[in-house]
């Protein structure tokens, strides 16, 4: 099993640009999570999903759109990148409708927009 | 909003000295949950602890939630290098499964 698994892992983009941040889990779990981290920050949440065909904005949605395509992947897009969205962003996933339970992580997408 | 404070924000420390980080919620917490996250890499689940005053032991690391579920602490006994990592610790938010992160605490262990 890989868990969460997330592409790509690196990558450079001009202010302006799209793209978009893949995410898949093989673990049936129904949560979803999309974070950034940035030094000294800790990690935000940008958006969620509980369950396949919803999403929820989180502590710092501006400038993303998310897609919950099916249970198994979550995708997370930058329609026009800011240099302030240079980052590393983690995928999570764990199961729903528990106020409890961990998150297990994929290993992390790493982002810079000049 | 909801707001999780951590303390210290960066400690060193000797090997073989004990370490202690403490998480600060402006709400009451359902549970609260710690991760360690090695440099490089990404945050790794380590314990949830959901009761009033309850405590938790993984050999060297011990978990405290305290008594008005609005703070907990992580303490390491006798660290060691591998101990290095930042420590986070994470609480429910107003919605059903999401979860905040506090600042978190970057361990260094000097050999």
């Known amino acids: 099993n890989a868990g969460v698994t997330q592409t790509p892992k690196f990558q450079v983009l001009k202010t302006g640009q799209s793209m978009t941040l893949q995410c898949a889990q093989d673990?049936?779990?129904?949560?979803m999570y999309w974070y950034r981290q940035d030094p000294g920050m800790g990690l935000r949440l940008i958006y969620y999903?509980?369950?396949?065909?919803?999403?929820d904005k989180g502590e710092v949605p501006n400038g993303y759109n998310v897609s919950r395509l099916n249970k198994r992947e979550f995708s997370l897009r930058l329609e026009s990148a800011a240099p302030s969205q240079t980052s590393v962003y983690f995928c999570?996933?764990?199961?729903?409708?528990?106020?409890?339970?961990?998150?297990?992580f994929g290993e992390g997408s790493r982002l810079t927009v000049l | 909003g909801q707001q999780v404070m951590q303390i210290p924000q960066y400690q060193h420390v000797q090997e073989g000295e004990d370490f202690t980080t403490y998480c600060n919620s402006s709400?009451?917490?359902?549970?609260i949950q710690w991760y360690k996250q090695r440099p490089g890499g990404h945050p790794v689940f380590l314990i949830q602890?959901?009761?009033?005053?309850e405590v938790k032991k993984q050999k060297r690391l011990t978990f405290q939630f305290g008594e008005a579920k609005k703070n907990s602490s992580l303490h390491i006994t006798a660290t060691q290098t591998t101990d290095v990592g930042t420590y986070f610790c994470?609480?429910?938010?107003?919605?059903?499964?999401?979860?905040?992160f506090g600042t978190g605490t970057r361990l260094t262990v000097i050999p």
């Open positions: 999570a996933a764990r199961t729903r409708g528990l106020s409890t339970g961990e998150l297990f």
């Open positions: 673990m049936n779990h129904n949560s």
């Open positions: 999903s509980a369950s396949e065909g919803t999403t």
């Open positions: 709400t009451t917490l359902s549970n």
């Open positions: 602890l959901v009761k009033s005053g």
């Open positions: 994470a609480g429910p938010g107003k919605g059903a499964n999401n979860l905040f």
